[in-house]
């Protein structure tokens, strides 16, 4: 079992920055890859951001590219999002979540999920 929890979230104006934290606890937290999605209300949840089990690798939607950054700390069990040049169309509901070998984009191939965040941007 992994258990992840997200913080980090808030209200924020457009062109700002926030970073979302995700810890994790439980198995062996550097043999997953971890991802962040996003829900809107009335949307469905969105690929915004992956991670390889070593950071190797980095995977981003189009609609986050060059704006976010997604990191991991294996020894602190935490994977981050950083978010800068936030836009309005980015208030969601931010998630973690965790896989051993997910298709990275593809939101029903994670198996652990956090309880999420809310991230609200203000124009």
């Known amino acids: 079992q992994v258990q992840l929890v997200e913080s980090g979230g808030g209200l924020v104006q457009a062109g700002g920055s926030l970073r979302l934290s995700c810890a994790a606890s439980?198995?062996?937290?550097?043999?997953?890859?971890m991802g962040w999605f996003r829900q809107a209300p009335g949307k469905e949840r969105e690929f915004v951001a992956a991670?390889?089990?070593?950071?190797?690798?980095?995977y981003y939607g189009d609609s986050v590219k060059g704006r976010f950054t997604i990191s991991r700390d294996n020894a602190k069990n935490t994977v981050y999002l950083q978010m800068n040049s936030l836009k309005p169309e980015d208030t969601a509901v931010y998630y973690c979540?965790?896989?051993?070998?997910?298709?990275?984009?593809?939101?029903?191939?994670?198996?652990?999920w956090g309880q999420g965040t809310q991230v609200t941007v203000s124009s």
């Open positions: 979540a965790a896989d051993a070998r997910p298709h990275m984009e593809v939101v029903n191939t994670w198996y652990y």
């Open positions: 439980g198995r062996t937290f550097s043999s997953y890859a």
């Open positions: 991670i390889s089990w070593s950071g190797g690798n980095t």
